[in-house]
């Protein structure tokens, strides 16, 4: 009997896959779809092949197979009785195997439509990364296109399919397109009904799907659920059609399904209800910070990796002008100090330190603290959550930020930064994970510079760390290509903008290459010596990729030399702030024309004369360039940079007269 | 293969297909005939198993068409009144296809498909797409894909609409042979069809209104059949009082056949009546009796 039914199941499948196959529109739907994808994305996305997979080729191909396959699904539902064969085949002898047999084919077919973005990735390479990535992309599309493809069976078997039907479906689809969206902004679970995908990847060139934690598990399962119901379903309509009854094996699949799509649902949905609850924390303190640490020894012990152990010492200065017996620093609340020099109350995001004895105005001493605990924080970012900072044996990525080292926040901020210090990070029984951070690595998992001012630490097998002339690139294997590519390129600009800086001392660029997700660090200011450059890899055109390094470099040398810029976001604009955009901009003529005075002039004179306004700032700088040269103009950065405060205030119209003034003084 | 309706009844809503109906059906061939929405197609759904009755019970076989449905779909072999197939397959293709979901096990499967078109004189049509087909070659493509799987009741609805004459004749002659191996319910409103059937029941408004043989049937019209010579002016007035069978005009007169109790003209000729005669008069009288109860 089950030889007969496989029989039938088989010959069903084969049949229908063949009407769907060898119908004319199948070829020409593929011949279309290739050319989408090769018009989209060759030559304009330049993620790696798994980073395509999983975000956008994946989305793209999963998002728009889910409207095709809703339509092919409603073609092949409809078959039978559009060509009035349906009264006929309903005489036969058959159960559930004839419908699954023709679901099969629609999903094969469906699945075949995964080729072209396949090979738009393959194409894209590197093999290795497509080879990683080629699973995961196969069974997030399949599940999804067994669902679709089952829902559509599942609803248009209930009630039969009319031309209006194929109308319902697309919008259907459309709602479930748009809808999460919309709603993620007050309602972030609403990703968990975006079965189509779009706007939630979970994935990370450097950390892979480590970063989402178990969301995507729960997502998953919460779809295989729902398959398996709509499975379930389909063979319960049958039953009651064909067989006037109920089918206890349909039965018995709705309870599993329904058990797994809730359980899966429930825990995707508490996934952002942890999230949110960690975002509730209290995170200002409304004293005034009365030190400074200008030293750190931090030792973290991964012998634990899932509860690391922290040995940390503390140069604390006290900055009041009165003994100081006690001060408060921040540290993450999941951290429990377990050994200390000093008494220590652990308050929430705060820590309470007594000191045996007081400390003197302007002295300094001496904190030892030592502390475990699982560190994962978690983010919601459009709708999905994702882990901003973590330690697990798979990877890590600390930002100062969530404090997992201890911080003298000053009074009701935050703290991504703290004042400069003199840093040293030892990184013990590291379980294999290459590691790297934004300060430079003076030896195997050791890491100090002086002037820190905050640590990205990041770890992940997959992560590479190359040393490349000057430039060390830190980035994932998949992005290691084009990483050394953008290391030249900053190589390059860094040794011609470096004379304009002499007292930058350099030593070298950090350039971490990164995937956004998680978020990148938003103000990345320089470690002593080490201009630190943090970036992704995607979507520059070759114009504004030169002008990003150019002030990328710029802004950290003129860091390094004492100058401020502060963020102009609500604020206006002030004469320092043009003054350093007319540095960058000398800059970028300069790389261009390599130095040559004559053509930077011309260039500058054409970009005048295509119509835009006048830098006069940029013109002051060039006419001096031309008579000095390049000291002349790294004498005027110097003064920038030195005299901040009477830039800030100085009147526009005012800012050429005065570069010249110093280009004159010299 | 013995099928036993009895006060089988289906409603649709409000509207009452059939009514009570109760038929024992023996084996050979056996026709349904009545007007169009008589209720014959609702009660062949019915028998294949594709509808639910709403009331009463129909064993087929000894199988009960609601609880056993499966295993009287294994015997049986259904050509509805309005049917297709995919146009892109072959005719052996599709009906190897068929073979399989009707269980046809794969040693006799080629050969099978092979009898069944040469039954239905489309062998050497076997490798030509079904969308190509002429009404007739479809026709028969039905009956050929009914045929699989041996089936011992063939339910045939309304199989000659539509056909040539010729057509209709070669159609008739199929199921006549077939019936000798299996049970052969044919529904049908054209006459003639039913000329070959062992018995017959005559549907009216979702009842039963005759069971019988085809020669009872037409015994229904004895002594009622006349032939009747009138000129051309008086032959309004006759076509008002009495039923018309058949009319013929010949030099300025109409020659017609008449339904009719009593010698309707004192010239009118008493004629043997014929089996659409007898179904006339079935119908007609079930009519009357019906305006009577209402009355």
Request: proline share 5%.
């Amino acid at each position: 009997m089950l030889k007969a039914m496989f029989s039938r199941f088989l010959v069903s499948f084969r049949t229908e896959l063949r009407l769907l196959t060898l119908n004319w529109l199948y070829p020409l739907l593929h011949v279309l779809w290739g050319a989408l994808f090769f018009q989209l994305f060759i030559g304009k996305d330049n993620r790696s092949a798994q980073a395509l997979l999983e975000t956008t080729v994946g989305r793209l191909t999963i998002g728009l197979i889910s409207l095709i396959g809703l339509f092919m699904a409603g073609v092949s539902i409809s078959r039978s009785k559009r060509f009035q064969f349906q009264e006929i085949e309903e005489t036969y002898p058959t159960g559930f195997e004839v419908i699954g047999g023709r679901w099969m084919a629609v999903f094969v077919t469906l699945i075949l439509f995964l080729i072209e973005p396949l090979v738009i990735a393959a194409y894209q390479g590197p093999l290795t990364s497509w080879v990683e990535g080629v699973s995961v992309f196969l069974f997030d599309a399949g599940l999804t296109i067994a669902f679709v493809n089952a829902l559509a069976w599942m609803l248009l078997l209930r009630r039969n399919i009319d031309r209006w039907g194929y109308l319902i479906l697309a919008a259907v689809w459309l709602a479930f397109l748009l809808g999460p969206s919309m709603l993620s902004s007050h309602f972030p679970p609403a990703s968990l009904l975006n079965f189509m995908r779009q706007g939630v990847s979970f994935y990370s060139d450097v950390w892979g799907r480590l970063i989402y934690g178990t969301q995507p598990i729960w997502f998953n399962l919460f779809y295989f659920g729902l398959f398996l119901f709509c499975l379930a379903g389909m063979m319960q309509i049958v039953s009651v059609r064909r067989f006037h009854s109920t089918s206890k094996i349909a039965i018995g699949l709705i309870v599993i399904a329904s058990i797994l799509a809730g359980w899966g649902g429930t825990r995707y949905v508490g996934g952002f209800q942890k999230a949110s609850f960690q975002n509730r924390n209290e995170l200002t303190l409304n004293e005034p910070v009365h030190v400074r640490i200008t030293g750190y020894q931090v030792v973290m012990d991964l012998a634990n990796p899932r509860i690391p152990h922290f040995h940390v010492v503390l140069e604390v200065l006290n900055l009041w002008e009165n003994n100081l017996e006690q001060f408060t620093l921040r540290l993450n609340p999941v951290f429990s100090v377990t050994r200390s020099n000093v008494e220590v109350k652990h308050d929430g995001d705060w820590i309470d330190l007594h000191l045996s004895r007081p400390l003197a105005p302007g002295e300094s001493t001496l904190v030892i603290l030592e502390y475990e605990g699982a560190l994962r924080v978690e983010n919601i970012s459009d709708g999905v959550v994702e882990t901003t900072d973590f330690i697990d044996p798979q990877g890590i990525r600390l930002t100062t930020g969530v404090a997992w080292y201890p911080l003298a926040v000053s009074n009701g901020q935050l703290a991504d930064h703290h004042e400069p210090a003199r840093f040293s990070l030892h990184i013990e029984n590291n379980p294999g994970l290459p590691v790297a951070a934004n300060i430079p690595a003076v030896g195997e998992n050791h890491f100090a510079a002086e002037q820190v001012s905050w640590v990205f630490l990041v770890a992940s097998p997959r992560l590479v760390v190359e040393q490349i002339d000057d430039v060390t690139l830190i980035t994932a294997s998949a992005d290691l290509q084009p990483g050394r590519e953008m290391a030249v390129d900053y190589s390059r600009a860094l040794r011609a903008i470096v004379p304009f800086f002499p007292n930058a001392n350099v030593k070298g660029l950090i350039l971490m290459v990164l995937g956004e997700e998680g978020g990148l660090p938003a103000y990345t200011p320089p470690a002593e010596g080490y201009p630190v450059i943090v970036t992704q890899r995607y979507v520059k055109t070759p114009n504004t990729w030169q002008s990003f390094i150019t002030r990328t470099i710029a802004s950290d040398l003129w860091f390094m030399i004492g100058g401020r810029l502060e963020d102009t976001y609500n604020r206006p604009v002030t004469s320092l702030d043009q003054a350093f955009e007319a540095v960058v901009g000398f800059l970028n003529l300069y790389r261009t024309e390599q130095g040559n005075a004559e053509k930077m002039l011309t260039r500058f004179q054409n970009i005048n004369e295509s119509g835009m306004v006048v830098n006069e700032n940029l013109q002051a700088l060039l006419e001096i360039y031309q008579q000095g040269g390049e000291p002349a103009i790294a004498t005027i950065v110097w003064e920038m940079t030195r005299k901040s405060a009477e830039l800030e205030e100085l009147p526009y119209d005012a800012l050429p007269a005065w570069i010249r003034s110093i280009g004159t003084i010299r | 293969m013995e099928i036993i309706v009895e006060n089988l009844t289906k409603d649709y809503g409000q509207f009452r297909a059939l009514d009570h109906i109760s038929l024992h059906i023996t084996g050979g061939m056996f026709g349904l005939l009545g007007p169009n929405g008589a209720g014959k197609t609702t009660l062949m759904r019915i028998l294949a198993t594709l509808l639910l009755p709403t009331s009463g019970r129909v064993e087929i076989g000894g199988f009960d068409v609601l609880r056993q449905g499966s295993s009287i779909r294994q015997r049986l072999g259904y050509l509805p009144q309005e049917f297709g197939f995919y146009p892109g397959l072959k005719a052996f293709e599709l009906l190897e296809y068929i073979a399989i979901l009707k269980n046809v096990p794969p040693k006799q499967r080629k050969a099978q498909v092979e009898a069944v078109l040469a039954e239905v004189n489309l062998l050497e049509q076997a490798q030509r797409k079904v969308g190509t087909f002429s009404g007739g070659m479809r026709q028969r493509l039905g009956i050929a894909q009914a045929l699989l799987g041996n089936p011992e009741l063939l339910i045939v609805d309304e199989p000659t609409a539509g056909l040539d004459p010729e057509e209709r004749i070669r159609f008739r002659n199929l199921l006549v042979g077939l019936s000798k191996r299996s049970t052969v319910l044919l529904s049908t409103h054209i006459v003639a069809d039913v000329e070959f059937c062992n018995g017959l029941a005559v549907l009216e408004q979702g009842k039963v209104v005759f069971i019988g043989s085809p020669s009872e049937l037409a015994n229904r019209a004895r002594h009622a059949v006349w032939q009747v010579k009138v000129p051309m002016e008086q032959w309004s007035e006759v076509e008002r009082r009495y039923t018309v069978l058949a009319t013929q005009m010949t030099n300025g007169m109409v020659q017609a056949r008449l339904l009719a109790s009593d010698r309707p003209l004192a010239d009118a000729q008493p004629l043997s009546p014929r089996l659409e005669d007898g179904y006339v008069a079935v119908i007609q009288n079930h009519q009357k009796q019906r305006e009577e109860s209402y009355a």
